[in-house]
T-cell receptor, first 115, second 113 residues
């Protein structure tokens, strides 16, 4: 149990285009999901908290108009990187909370490369 | 808000030895401390966690200890195996308001056979 998937696993796009990443909880419902960004050899940095049916909460320094988050259902959250630039190239990882515990389960990550 | 410090940044051990990774936290109200293992190119995997109402928790070769007075918690891996080689992250609640986590900087564990 507690499986989280992400799609796509890797994506290469041109500068200025938009990219959508999906995060799904496969065997449980998640009212809260999180989006993290991880640069090479660094730790995970929280970008935003995604709550089903409400607006996402963004961490300081994260542009909400650039990183659009939609938590449309209890099993799906999407992150759209708009007008991507090379500095947005990173490993994007989502996680989901199962039930009312603190346990976070992570997806396998999406490697974004912007040319 | 919470701050988490993790040491060491790298750790090399021989197969069969024990490995210990330590994290300190700043918020005395924090009550949940998970440890994650991340292999190259993959997402983090929850390997063990502990809540503030217990001092130690074990799961086979892995254990976590918590010292609330000193505000630190440690991951202990016994009888290490080459497949234990990975980056390990500790984490703690970012704040009391929600369930978001703040992560330590990670420890790269290398187990040589």
């Amino acid at each position: 149990g507690a499986v989280v998937s992400q799609h796509p696993s890797r994506v290469i796009c041109k500068s200025g285009t938009s990219v959508k990443i999906e995060c799904r909880s496969l065997d449980f419902q998640a009212t809260t999901m999180f989006w993290y960004r991880q640069f090479p050899k660094q730790s995970l940095m929280l970008m935003a908290t995604s709550n089903e049916g409400s607006k996402a909460t963004y961490e300081q320094g994260v542009e909400k108009d650039k990183f659009l988050i939609n938590h449309a259902s209890l099993t799906l959250s999407t992150l759209t990187v708009t007008s991507a630039h090379p500095e947005d190239s990173s490993f994007y990882i989502c996680s989901a909370i199962r039930g009312w515990s603190n346990e976070q389960f992570f997806g396998p990550g999406t490697r974004l490369t912007v040319l | 808000g919470e701050n988490v410090e993790q040491h060491p940044s790298t750790l090399s051990v021989q197969e069969g030895d024990s490995a210990v990774i330590k994290c300190t936290y700043s918020d005395s109200a924090s009550n949940y401390f998970p440890w994650y293992k991340q292999e190259l190119g993959k997402g983090p995997q929850l390997i063990i966690d502990i809540r503030s109402n217990v001092g130690e928790k074990k799961d086979q070769r892995i254990a976590v200890t918590l010292n609330k007075t000193a505000k630190h918690f440690s991951l202990h891996i016994t009888e290490t195996q080459p497949e234990d080689s990975a980056v390990y992250f500790c984490a703690s609640p970012l704040n009391q308001a929600g369930t978001a986590l703040i992560f330590g900087k990670g420890t790269t564990l290398s187990v040589s056979s």
